[in-house]
């Protein structure tokens, strides 16, 4: 089993900049991809980013430039740095991964989420204008 918390969530000003942190423990050796999805009030959880075992990244058109996916391997932390931040990336941040492989497919699609075995339980990033 593994285990995924978040952390580094809160409020900043639209245009403003937070890096989240999620610390994987457990049979972390399991780990392929990792990725960061969101879920706003009223809307379904999206995918935001994923990290592949090989280093390769995707990203939501809508965030594409804006935020950026890394992860240290000693630490067992995947990130997400956040700039220009605005008031519609509010939201609950979710880390997620799985054994196998980033599927081939956009990180906002539903297969993407689906593909995903581990979940954290959130932290909330609330951006105002």
């Known amino acids: 089993q593994v285990q995924l918390v978040e952390s580094g969530g809160g409020s900043v000003q639209a245009g403003g900049s937070l890096t989240l942190s999620c610390q994987a423990s457990?049979?972390?050796?399991?780990?392929?991809?990792m990725a960061w999805f969101r879920e706003a009030p009223g809307l379904e959880r999206e995918g935001v980013a994923g990290i592949d075992s090989d280093g390769s990244t995707s990203y939501a058109d809508s965030v594409k430039g804006r935020f950026t996916i890394s992860q240290d391997n000693a630490k067992n932390t995947l990130y997400l740095q956040m700039n220009s931040l605005k008031p519609e990336d509010t939201a609950m941040y979710y880390c997620?991964?799985?054994?196998?492989?980033?599927?081939?497919?956009?990180?906002?699609?539903?297969?993407?989420?689906?593909?995903?075995?581990?979940w954290g339980k959130g932290t909330l990033v609330t951006i105002s204008s």
């Open positions: 997620a991964a799985t054994s196998r492989r980033c599927p081939n497919v956009r990180v906002e699609s539903l297969t993407y989420y689906y593909a995903m075995d581990y």
């Open positions: 457990g049979d972390t050796y399991r780990l392929g991809c």
